[in-house]
């Protein structure tokens, strides 16, 4: 692939939720799965899989993931992406204790700034931050976009059972407004308290587990009234949506029943509809979800201007992928909007 590709089909692609990892994260999650002191089944299924089988799927994975330059490259070309917007895989650095996940989260975000140095035209990255130390997460928020360059930050969902609705976190949130940059919210893995019922047919990950999750986040930050208090907060969400594009006029009519009757003291009155939030406030990735029925769907249905593409390599590479996507029926305007300008606009790339 050659720049004169990008010029000749008139816009670029850029993959905006591609994981990447260090070999010292993929060693310190083997650590926590040899000791007993973390015990969450959704990691354990996870990471005891990708970190230690040594089944080509696994540890094809392990080699892609930690590459950050000729194979995520020749990747990139042989499946026309121009550019990869990098977050560090999940769960990041939520699964360790405080001062050890401000830490790695530093030295991480470090690493992916000389990475782009390295690569200016082919990656940009955001940030990962460790919410187990919301003041911190704030300042490292800040030091990665105003110093390293990075345009903002992903959260892996819950940081071991807790939701970012909860007050305490809200310096993250006030730290994203500010300086304007989004946050990824990344999937998780379901938390111990949610997780059981999907462990015994293995649907706690991708297949389903995620979606639900994080979908569940997503709500709980719209409910709990954190676009009341900040308005200009953008939070993006991959796989289009975790499903809730699909809902929307379910939860805005149970949302009103529900406030209206005073039912709880965690769901009272919003400015707004649930579905005005996922519409002002939320952007959409494509990652693993190239159908076109969905995609199209959900640009109706939540904007053109707030869903673009994601591939979510190395979990989902499928090199033929884009040339799915550029069969989407839309104009060149739009197209090029869905691969390249909202991206652009969003990340400020
Ligand atoms: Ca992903």
């Not at 970190?51 to 990747?75: G, H, M, N, W, Y």
């Not at 800040?142 to 939701?163: D, F, M, P, W």
């Not at 952007?283 to 190239?290: D, E, F, L, N, R």
Request: glycine content about 6%; overall charge negative.
């Amino acid at each position: 692939m050659s720049q004169n590709d990008a010029v000749q089909r008139g816009y670029q692609r850029i993959a905006t939720e591609e994981a990447w990892a260090t070999p010292e994260l993929i060693q310190r999650y083997r650590d926590l799965l040899a000791g007993t002191e973390f015990d969450d089944p959704g990691f354990r299924n996870l990471w005891g899989f990708f970190a230690t089988s040594d089944t080509p799927r696994a540890t094809d994975l392990r080699d892609r993931i930690q590459d950050l330059d000729e194979r995520r490259l020749a990747d990139m070309d042989a499946a026309g992406i121009d550019m990869a917007l990098l977050l560090l895989t999940a769960p990041g650095v939520q699964v360790f204790d405080a001062p050890e996940a401000v830490a790695l989260a530093r030295s991480t975000n470090d690493l992916l700034a000389a990475t782009i140095r390295r690569h200016p035209t082919r990656f940009a990255g955001l940030a990962a931050v460790a919410p187990q130390d919301p003041r911190a997460a704030a300042r490292e928020i800040e030091r990665a976009v105003r110093q390293l360059g990075l345009k903002g930050a992903v959260i892996n969902s819950h940081t071991q059972g807790e939701y970012l609705d909860d007050e305490k976190f809200w310096d993250i949130f006030a730290a994203a407004e500010a300086l304007d940059v989004p946050i990824y919210i990344h999937p998780n893995s379901p938390p111990p308290a949610m997780i059981q019922p999907f462990l015994p047919r293995c649907l706690d990950a991708a297949i389903f587990g995620f979606a639900c999750e994080t979908g569940l986040h997503a709500l709980r930050l719209i409910v709990s009234g954190v676009f009341d208090r900040f308005p200009k907060l953008q939070i993006v969400l991959g796989h289009l949506g975790e499903g809730l594009p699909f809902w929307l006029s379910r939860i805005d009519f149970m949302h009103a029943g529900i406030v209206r009757s005073n039912r709880s003291p965690g769901a009272q009155p919003l400015r707004k509809k649930p579905s005005d939030y996922l519409r002002e406030n939320f952007y959409y990735t494509t990652s693993g979800m190239a159908w076109e029925p969905s995609v199209t769907f959900v640009q109706q249905q939540m904007g053109i201007e707030r869903v673009m593409y994601a591939m979510d390599y190395p979990y989902q590479y499928v090199p033929e992928e884009v040339t799915q996507m550029d069969r989407l029926p839309l104009s060149p305007e739009h197209l090029k909007m869905f691969y390249e300008s909202n991206a652009r606009t969003v990340f400020k790339l």
